[in-house]
């Protein structure tokens, strides 16, 4: 099974932030744990993703970034997350800094991914839920962790 992974660099070097104004993706194609095609999506201004959610145009189906499987950041909004959840992408925030690190830890299964969540918490601060994003035979598979707000530092 093939798995098309976008990870967002606006420098073409490292995982960056700001998913909604980044402008390259490194894409990567894995199949069968191996990385089969690596190749760089330069999009234009006009065409970031803020604009395309703002605006809540049609898709356009010529879009690479609605064509991936995964999606990996430095960070994004809950409402890009849910955005790219419509268009059966799956949207995560990672820590990790190294795009290769980041594809190689996807493939064993020890990439650590969290999933925005809205601020609607109730009053007790920032919560992020984690999960741990484990990738099989070309699919991505998560464990939600157990319980409410999870800290980390």
Not at 69 to 97: C, D, P, W
Not at 127 to 149: L, M, S
Request: contains cysteine; hydrophobic residues 30%.
């Amino acid at each position: 099974m093939k798995t098309t992974v976008a990870i967002t660099s606006q420098n073409k070097k490292t995982v960056t932030k700001h998913a909604g104004k980044c402008l390259n993706f490194l894409i990567y194609t894995i199949e069968n744990n191996e990385i089969t095609n690596k190749t760089v999506l330069e999009l234009q201004a006009d065409e970031i993703l803020k604009n395309t959610i703002q605006e809540d145009r049609d898709i356009d189906s010529n879009n690479w970034l609605f064509d991936v499987n995964i999606l990996l950041t430095g960070s994004m909004g809950n409402s890009a997350k849910e955005y790219f959840a419509r268009q059966n992408v799956a949207a995560f925030i990672i820590k990790e800094k190294d795009p290769e690190i980041t594809i190689e830890k996807l493939i064993n299964g020890t990439l650590e991914a969290f999933v925005p969540v809205s601020n609607e918490n109730n009053g007790r601060g920032n919560c992020n839920n984690h999960h741990h994003n484990h990738h099989h035979e070309g699919g991505c598979h998560h464990n939600h962790d157990e319980g409410g707000c999870h800290h980390h530092h």
